[in-house]
């Protein structure tokens, strides 16, 4: 299995002229696209990491203050105009695994997506909320749950840090919908995995898959379990 910094180069920087290879000092991955030295660090979010900790110390049973209200940016704010259909959720599979196994996994993926489109804290075509629902599910897959009101402060916080970032909103829409699909693809396959190995403790692989994806997810916004 691909991982998402390998996916998500593969759908943000597929249009970018050639140039001269970076190597990134986070994965130690390295790209031959202009736009590769911002691609990483996009994502990576203060804001989001002291969410996702405060979810996780509260889980173990530690008692916090609540968070001080914050002024949050328009939700708006990292909308794309959606093209019709989602065609960016095959290639994500198909990224990730080889066929038959991605093909064989997309009803199941696309169904998925329709009922995370639906939950209440959901703005649809927008990336902050498809990012905190990916990193919504990697929680749960570590026995961290959050409750409707933290899920949405969550994806403004998300929405605040995207808004600041130019790598961001200098994408064009089809890249904002591409990373929108990626990060609702991956959130299903996390539970989608999960609910496998949850149903058959003897599914190893099913078990591997929904950890190390929900680890990818964490580590795209910079969070540390260690720290």
């Known amino acids: 299995m691909r991982s ?12 970018a002229p050639a140039a ?18 911002a691609f990483e660090p996009m994502l990576v979010s203060d804001a989001l990491q002291r969410r996702i900790a ?12 609540p968070a001080a209200p914050a002024k949050h940016v328009a939700a708006s704010a990292s909308d794309f105009k959606s093209t019709k259909g989602r065609p960016y959720v095959s290639k994500v599979l198909l990224s990730m695994f080889e066929d038959p196994k991605g093909t064989q996994l997309l009803p199941a993926v696309r169904k ?24 919504y599910a990697a929680l749960l897959r570590q026995k961290v749950t959050m409750t409707d009101t933290e899920l949405k402060e969550l994806i403004l916080a998300a929405n605040d840090h995207l808004a ?17 699909e990626m990060f609702l693809t991956t959130s299903s396959m996390i539970v989608l995995f999960g609910v496998t190995a949850d149903d058959d403790p003897t ?25």
Request: charged residues 20%; positive net charge.
């Open 54 to 65: 405060a979810a996780v110390l509260r889980a173990r049973g530690m008692k916090l203050s």
């Open 20 to 37: 001269a290879e970076w190597r990134s000092p986070i994965t130690g991955n390295a790209w031959k696209q202009p736009y590769a030295p």
């Open 112 to 135: 998925s997506i329709d009922e995370w489109e639906t939950v209440s804290a959901f703005r649809k075509n927008n990336v902050a909320a498809a990012l905190g629902l990916a990193i």
């Open 203 to 227: 599914d190893e692989n099913s078990k591997a898959i929904a950890a190390e994806l929900a680890a990818q997810v964490l580590a795209t916004v910079g969070y540390d379990p260690r720290k």
């Open 4 to 15: 998402i910094w390998s996916v998500l180069a593969v759908l943000l920087l597929a249009t």
């Open 164 to 180: 600041t970032r130019p790598e961001f909103v200098k994408l064009s829409a089809p890249q904002k919908q591409a990373l929108y």
